[in-house]
């Protein structure tokens, strides 16, 4: 896709800590602006030999195109960053560090922003660590990029950021509290993201979100918020959330909402759903289309206010969730849910998931249509109890399960909880120690021998030689092959693995190999 360019609307960036008596911003033609807040003298030009000594005197630049800020490694800036300037194509804006040692670290001491990059674009940020513990409980952000009545901004890199305390409160949204927070905000121009990529950073110890995208141009019936005089249904394009670690989140894991053909991959997520008194998810999209959630790992979801690892949620079509990592979540697996919307052509295939509680697949008050399960590997171990399927309706859910693997073994249960009695229809499943299923013609309850069910993921989980699933599936179209790189066959093997029997004892193969998306 061409990259998508518009005049840069005038900017207008408030020095958001700068004291009342700040000058007026000046212009300034130098192409590296350079930061120590730990220099002395008075002396500062913004040279490496006579460094700017606050952000508030960044903050008060008009930047030349394609400028550079550069923060001195192993020193801490206290306040807001919110830099008045752009880039270009070949000429992006970069923020970033100098010298030699630890990341330098922007403290927002309790003010909303810790980096805001607002009405901005070809901008690229990379190693800082950004934190803000002050005045714990307050609306804030670790970083914040935003676009309020702008049009269409392009080109934005967030890589290598260590974000952490960002001590928030219990909101989330547009304006909510998070990590990072992809804003899209105002009424009057239509205004979306585009190319995006948030790859490489770590995300710990945040209130509410960790990587959240938002925008008030979101309006289309297909979801219980709609506002038919709101802003209309604007999606951000070309937006990558790749590589990230998370751990420590009050709430949400990653959050897409009003894009489409976004990609979340090679993800890791651990403990959320910590502190919020809201209901929250591991990742999930939100009246978003065509949204590939690939290779993610999560875990540690805490309580059942969702606590789920993944989630189809309302206003979606087109989503995929294929090749993930789910285990030891309080909630459970997968949550498809749609209230008072619509949601549609879903497919969550070639899965893995080892102890999780409560439920495997839930389903919310409303109805929703073509939600298609197959290939996952399910397996419930000691002292574990789940609903395997737990419909909390009588509305009607068109469900298909195909070709997956259920295991419960000792202690526990694990059972269907079904209300409608056409929604859900199983086809091709091996399903052991499990109560209450419906129908499911050419499925089995024979041990499908899997590999050490205690082992490291996705490694194990596997099928042995002689397995009785290996052949035993029937076709479905769309992956080409699992979540070990192993092609699919014809008849393909029931669950998560494609490949042939494992001898032996078993060993972790690495993981699959991307998929294209053009």
Known sequence: MTAVIVATAALSLPALSAPASAAAPHASSRAVQYVDCSATGSRQTGSVTAPWQSLDQVNRLELTTGSQIRLRRSTRCTGTLAPDGSGAPGRPMVIGAYGTGAKPVIDGGGNPETLLLKNTQWVEASDLSITNSGNPGGNKRGVRVQLEDYGTGTHYRLTGLDIHDIRGDDTKGTTGSAGILFSVTGSATPTRFDDVEVSGNTVTGVDREGIYFGSTWNNRPVHGDYDPDGPAYLPS??????????KDLAGDGIVMTATDGALVEHNRLDGFQRRSAGYNAGMWPWNADNTLFQYNEVSGGETTRDGMAYDVD???????FQYNVSHDNAGGFFLVCTATGTLSDAVIRYNVSRDDHYRGIETCSGSFDDVRAHNNTVYIGEGISQTVVNEN???????TLTNNIVVKE????????????????????TLVGVTGAPADPGGSTADPLLTDRTGALPGGLRLRQG????????PVPGAGHDLYGNAVTDPPNVGAYAGPGVA???TPR???VPVDRT
């Open 467 to 474: 397995s009785p699933a290996i052949g035993a599936g029937t």
């Open 510 to 512: 690495p993981g699959g």
């Open 410 to 429: 000792g202690t526990g249960t694990a059972t269907f909880a079904l209300r409608d009695s056409t929604g859900v229809s199983l086809s091709h499943n």
């Open 237 to 246: 394009t070309r937006v990558v959330v790749r590589g990230n670690t998370l």
């Open 504 to 506: 032996g004892p078993d």
């Open 314 to 320: 309302e206003g979606t079509f087109g989503t995929v």
């Open 393 to 399: 309706t009588d509305k009607h859910h068109g469900l």
